[in-house]
């Protein structure tokens, strides 16, 4: 899980962030990405791809994350803007302002998935990087427990579609829901599982 920063490392780079995003299938609500920067022999086995922790030990490492992290930080891209460039650009823009909001500018981002981001910052893209890179599943972690927050307070707004529970998500229940209650302002309307329903 270091052998990505510790090549970075040895390469000459000081400051390397690793970027990771949420919210790219769900339904409804923003895509949330994070940017973490850790300590240069930092290690925490616990620290995996958070697809495969519950929300409990997600929570219990974000706390411990941005208690031992040097930086991280979070950027958001919204229902509209999904709607407006697409999903896959949306997640881009967002893993680009987690990046922008740091609050000091690394100069090596390790970035999940297999496209760069716009930035004028040496990068690398890996595939399933959240699986193979300490700082990407950290910032996985990080994103998820904040989008899971932002659903918490939609649900707040919207309950009558079970955000808190679904996160979004294209469960049996929240397709129901939309049926039964239409789309709410955060709903992706351009989204097959939106369309089929309304």
Do not use: W
Request: proline fraction near 5%; include cysteine.
């Amino acid at each position: 899980m270091r052998f990505f920063e510790d090549k970075a490392f040895k390469n000459g780079y000081k400051i390397i962030a690793g970027i990771d995003e949420a919210g790219r299938g769900p339904l409804a609500g923003p895509v949330v990405s994070a940017a973490v920067v850790l300590p240069k022999d930092f290690f925490d086995p616990d620290i995996i791809d958070s697809k495969k922790l519950n929300p409990t030990k997600r929570n219990l490492l974000h706390s411990r994350i941005t208690e031992h992290a040097l930086f991280t930080a979070i950027g958001v891209a919204d229902t509209p803007e999904i709607e407006r460039v697409n999903i896959l650009q949306a997640s881009l823009n967002s893993m680009k302002r987690a990046c922008e909001n740091l609050f000091i500018s690394p100069d090596f981002l390790l970035i999940d998935g297999k496209f760069e981001i716009d930035s004028n910052i040496d990068q690398r893209a890996i595939i399933r990087g959240d699986s193979k890179s300490i700082s990407i599943a950290a910032a996985s972690i990080i994103a998820k427990v904040e989008r899971d927050r932002l659903m918490f307070k939609f649900d707040q707004l919207y309950p009558e579609y079970g955000f808190a529970k679904h996160k979004g998500y294209g469960t049996k229940a929240h397709k129901k829901a939309i049926l039964e209650h239409g789309a709410s302002p955060i709903h992706r309307k351009t989204f097959k599982g939106v369309k089929e329903v309304l």
